[in-house]
């Protein structure tokens, strides 16, 4: 059985993990900086990266697998083939790879990241259900998860999405916590900033909406479907 972990508990893991990216990682500029997941998982956890194809349906997003195994992934012409992997391995499915699935791709890897660390803090716990798996199969959301993926969704929130660098990140682009803006002008370019904030640290909007109003970092306001000025449409929160 896995171990019992409250919110504030990984919430408090992700940060430590975090913290040793930022001591480790080489960065451009000045905080609040990006958490690239892929760089963490290789520099801090010495984790191993890939792309294949894992399901037909796109299903299958990742796979964190804790142990020498073999795994089925589908072929180009239809057909599945087996490959080797080790105990330090993370595969996402290639269809992430695609420039306007940034936001999933990051949040898939934080995600696998987040059950090797668990896995290695707390072994006892984690080794025995998960390894008569040998790994975990991160789906698409609209597919039931157990209480292992809450625990990584958590996890890969606090570490994509950290609550200091968010808050830097509404400092650094202008967007207040509680806007008095009444027009739909000015409403519209708080959801730009918003955006911007997302598009910089390579989250999807709906990820950067649900961590934000977790941490009570943004009134409800900002993420109505503003009207963009000179052409009436409206913009939404979207994956």
């Known amino acids: 059985m896995s171990k019992y972990l409250s919110r ?11 913290n040793q990216y930022y ?13 690239d997941p892929v760089a963490l998982a290789k520099v801090v956890l010495g984790l191993e990266i890939s792309y294949l194809p894992l399901s037909v349906d796109g299903s299958i997003l990742g796979v964190a697998c804790f142990q020498e195994m073999e795994l089925e992934v589908c072929g180009e012409d239809g057909e599945p083939y087996q490959v080797q992997l080790t105990g330090r391995d993370i595969v996402i499915d290639n269809s992430l790879l695609d420039a306007d699935k940034t936001g999933r791709h990051n949040f898939t890897a934080a995600h696998e990241l987040a059950h090797h660390v668990l896995v290695r803090l707390y072994p006892e716990d984690y080794r025995n259900s998960l390894n008569r798996r040998m790994r975990i199969m991160y789906r698409d959301a609209k597919q039931a998860r157990d209480w292992e993926e809450w625990q990584a969704n958590v996890m890969a929130a606090a570490i994509i999405m950290p609550a200091k660098t968010l808050r830097g990140c509404m400092s650094m682009f202008g967007l207040e916590k509680q806007p008095d803006r009444a027009s739909p002008a000015s409403k519209a370019k708080d959801f730009e900033r918003f955006c911007d904030i997302a ?10 909406a649900i961590r934000m109003k977790r941490l009570g970092l943004l009134d409800e306001k900002i993420l109505s479907s503003p009207v963009v000025p000179g052409d009436g449409r409206k913009d939404k929160i979207d994956d």
């Open 8 to 18: 504030a508990d990984l919430e408090r893991i992700g940060g430590t993990v975090v």
């Open 199 to 208: 598009t910089y640290l390579g989250v999807s909007r709906k990820a950067l």
């Open 23 to 35: 001591q480790t990682v080489p960065r451009v500029g000045t905080m609040p900086a990006p958490v």
